[in-house]
């Protein structure tokens, strides 16, 4: 298996542009988890789905994030406006269900200038 | 309060020394612990689990878990710079709870 694939591995835009990021889960995974992490503040919890849907979107910072997972094997993550503080690396992971065995993607580095 | 607490460190120790990192946490509902390891620029990757109490032991890692005191611990015997990284404690109940992440320098 490939393990969970995220694009673009690096991101660079302009304060108040669109940025999206995409995630391809691990194939029969049917949790999918959106993180970010700075230095600052570590590994925060955006949103996670159970079987396509948003369970707890709680770590959305703003109404600027949202999140969408279409079907099983994809999901975005969409920033509108972008703004310099959104400069961190994005990861995605996914998991069954109960299953402690989360799998992290290569992450995407994001910087709003 | 955040339900897992880890101290960030930096740890720097030399080659064949053992090393200790704790969490401790707050909520008694979690059964899995789990600890990650991090390289720099790559995503974390699971290294080792422990399912309530108890030890478990995976080559020269030890993880322990104290439920009584809320706390547990990774030990990395005979360290090797190989194991410079970011460990990162993390448990689970309905999502995931990760610590703040130690990290570990071991110099050769």
């Known amino acids: 298996d490939a393990g969970v694939i995220q694009s673009p591995r690096h991101e660079v835009t302009e304060m108040g542009q669109e940025v999206t990021l995409r995630c391809k889960p691990i194939s029969g995974h049917n949790s999918l988890f959106w993180y970010r992490q700075t230095m600052m503040r570590g590994l925060e919890l955006l949103i996670y789905?159970?079987?396509?849907?948003?369970?707890?979107d709680s770590g959305m910072p703003e109404d600027r994030f949202s999140a969408k997972m279409p079907n099983a094997s994809f999901s975005t993550l969409k920033i509108q406006p972008s703004e310099p503080r959104d400069s961190a690396v994005y990861f995605c992971a996914s998991t069954g269900i109960q299953s402690y065995e989360q799998y992290f993607g290569p992450g995407t580095r994001l910087t709003v200038t | 309060q955040k339900e897992v607490e880890q101290d960030p460190g930096p740890l720097s120790v030399p080659e064949g020394a053992i090393v200790s990192l704790n969490c401790t946490y707050s909520n008694s509902a979690f059964q899995y612990f789990m600890w990650y390891r991090q390289y720099s620029r790559k995503g974390p990757e699971l290294l080792m689990y422990t399912y309530s109490s108890g030890n478990k032991e995976d080559g020269r890692f030890t993880a322990q878990v104290d439920k009584s005191s809320k706390y547990i611990s990774l030990f990395i015997r005979d360290s090797q710079p190989s194991d410079s990284a970011t460990y990162l404690c993390a448990m689970r109940r309905d999502k995931f709870y990760f610590g703040s992440g130690t990290k570990l320098n071991v110099k050769p």
């Open positions: 789905f159970n079987n396509n849907v948003p369970i707890d």
